[in-house]
């Protein structure tokens, strides 16, 4: 177990739905990272927060939102969602921007 | 933005062999990690290395910084370390990881 936790581990949705993804960091650590892992394009990443506040975006789309909340824990948000959204969807954390990070399990969204 | 290249692609050795994974990027760095993605999509940490040389156990990595380039070697290979090797950098202008392709490892029994 690496201490970062994501939640659910499967999603099964159909094109159109919005769904939601879970991430909360390990105990201490105040940066939180999304990344898609995609077959034809590799680990990408999308949004950073630092202590509840946007710190960097990268490749995300505007379909795509994300948050941190106060106790730290993060969300991101997919909504309008195409089959090419199909991926693995990974948070990870680290106690401050560019530290180690510690990648969670992954959420793997499969949309049909 | 950060470019990174590994090599070889695709490796498959036999149970016991050693080999050396490389990784190139093209800018200075203050992070660089090294992954492995387990058959099941787990990506799990194995070093923390933006310079110097470190082991664990079989695995050992050394990272080169003012030549810009990270080695990972893994010594009397087994079955579970089969999977894909990620190596990821940040640099100096952000703190985002940028990941390389992966080198592909099939170790046979």
């Known amino acids: 177990d690496s201490g970062v936790t994501q939640t659910p581990k499967h999603l099964i949705t159909a094109t159109g739905q919005r769904v939601t993804l879970r991430c909360s960091p390990r105990?201490?650590?105040?940066?939180v990272y999304w990344y898609q892992q995609s077959l034809d394009q590799g680990l990408q990443f999308l949004i950073q927060?630092?202590?509840?506040?946007?710190?960097a975006k990268g490749n995300i789309l505007e379909r795509f939102s994300a948050q941190q909340f106060p106790d730290l824990h993060s969300e991101l948000n997919l909504s309008s969602l195409e089959l090419g959204d199909s991926a693995l969807y990974f948070c990870?954390?680290?106690?401050?921007?560019?530290?180690?990070?510690?990648f969670g399990s992954g959420t793997r969204l499969t949309v049909v | 933005g950060i470019q990174v290249e590994q090599s070889p692609p695709d490796l498959i050795l036999q149970e016991g062999a050693n080999s050396t994974l490389r990784c190139n990027f093209s800018?200075?760095?203050?992070?660089l990690q090294w992954f492995h993605q387990n058959p099941w999509g787990q990506l799990i940490n194995l070093f923390y290395?933006?310079?110097g040389t470190k082991q664990n156990g079989r695995l050992s990595a050394t990272t080169v910084a003012t030549e810009r380039y990270s080695l990972l070697y893994i010594s009397s290979s087994q079955t579970t370390d089969s999977g894909v090797y990620f190596c990821?950098?940040?640099?100096?202008?952000?703190?985002?990881?940028?990941f390389g392709g992966g080198t592909r490892l099939m170790v046979k029994p």
């Open positions: 990870a954390s680290s106690v401050v921007p560019g530290g180690g990070y510690t």
């Open positions: 105990s201490g650590d105040l940066s």
């Open positions: 927060y630092y202590n509840g506040e946007e710190r």
């Open positions: 800018d200075s760095v203050n992070n």
């Open positions: 290395i933006p310079s």
């Open positions: 990821a950098v940040a640099g100096n202008a952000g703190n985002m990881l940028t």
